[in-house]
C-alpha cells in the first residue's frame, strides 16, 4: 500500500505557484520523498526528490518538514501544461515505486 | 537520463490469445519494471525483472499470465497471456536509473475484446 495521503484533486490559476501537499507520517529515516506527475495519456514523469533537506531543480522546489512527516511540491509559476497527476512517493534508495492515487491538478486559465 | 521505448504503443486484441510488449533502452540499466494502468487508476507494479535472475512478481500478479524477459540490460518483454477484456490497460515499463531514480516508458495501451 501506498505510504501517502494526498487530497484528490486541486485547482490553481495559470501564473500563480500551485503547492501541492502530501503527508507521509510514517516514513522511516532512511526514505526518500519523490514526486512525478502523469500527463493525459503519458508515462509518469520524474520531478524531484529529497531526504530531509529542501531541494529545487528547473522544473519545481520541494519543502520537506523537519519531522519528516510531510512534504509540499511547489511548481512555482503553474502553466496550463502542468495539468496533470501529481504522485507523492515514499521509498528507500533504489526501491521499487509504489504509486497511491495522487492528486489531479487543474491549472485554470 | 534515460531513453526508453515500447512497443506497440498499441493495440486491439481478442480473448483468449496473448500480446508480447518490448521496451528497449538506450543505456544499460540493472532494474526495470513493468506496471498495469487500468482506466481511471493509478499504476500499479506487475513485477521487477533484473538482468540474470527470475523476476519477482508482487501480489496479485502470476508467471503464468505475465511471463517477463530480461535478456539483456537494454531489454526486457512482457506478454500478457490467454486475454480478457479486464486486461484492458496501459502497460508501462520503468527503469532504475543510477541507483536515484526510475524513469518510465510512453505505455502500451491495449484493448481486449
Known amino acids: 500500500d501506498a505510504k501517502t495521503t494526498q487530497p484528490t484533486s486541486m485547482d490553481c490559476a495559470e501564473g500563480r505557484a500551485a503547492n501541492l501537499p502530501c503527508n507521509h507520517s510514517?516514513?522511516?529515516?532512511?526514505?526518500?520523498v519523490y514526486w512525478y506527475r502523469q500527463i493525459h495519456s503519458q508515462g509518469p514523469q520524474y520531478i524531484i526528490h529529497?531526504?530531509?533537506n529542501n531541494e529545487t531543480n528547473e522544473m519545481a522546489s520541494l519543502i520537506i518538514t523537519e519531522d519528516r512527516k510531510s512534504s509540499t511540491l511547489i511548481l512555482p509559476h503553474a502553466t496550463l501544461r502542468d495539468t496533470a497527476v501529481y504522485y507523492c512517493?515514499?521509498?528507500?534508495?533504489?526501491?521499487?515505486?509504489?504509486f497511491g492515487k495522487g492528486t489531479r491538478l487543474h491549472i485554470l486559465p | 537520463s534515460a531513453v526508453i521505448s515500447q512497443k506497440p504503443s498499441r493495440d486491439i486484441c481478442q480473448r483468449g490469445t496473448s500480446l508480447t510488449i518490448q521496451c528497449q533502452v538506450d543505456?544499460?540499466?540493472?532494474?526495470m519494471f513493468w506496471y498495469r494502468q487500468q482506466p481511471g487508476q493509478s499504476l500499479t507494479l506487475i513485477a521487477t525483472?533484473?538482468?540474470?535472475?527470475?523476476?519477482?512478481?508482487e501480489s496479485g500478479f502470476v508467471i503464468d499470465k505475465f511471463p517477463i524477459s530480461r535478456p539483456n540490460l537494454t531489454f526486457s518483454t512482457l506478454t500478457v497471456s490467454n486475454m480478457s477484456p479486464e486486461d484492458s490497460s496501459i502497460y508501462l515499463c520503468?527503469?532504475?536509473?543510477?541507483?536515484?531514480?526510475?524513469?518510465f516508458g510512453p505505455g502500451t495501451r491495449l484493448l481486449v475484446l
Open positions: 520503468s527503469v532504475e536509473f543510477q541507483r536515484e531514480t526510475q524513469y
Open positions: 510514517t516514513i522511516s529515516g532512511n526514505e526518500y
Open positions: 529529497g531526504l530531509k
Open positions: 512517493i515514499v521509498r528507500l534508495w533504489g526501491d521499487k515505486i509504489i
Open positions: 543505456s544499460q540499466v540493472t532494474m
Open positions: 525483472a533484473n538482468q540474470g535472475s527470475e523476476a519477482t512478481y
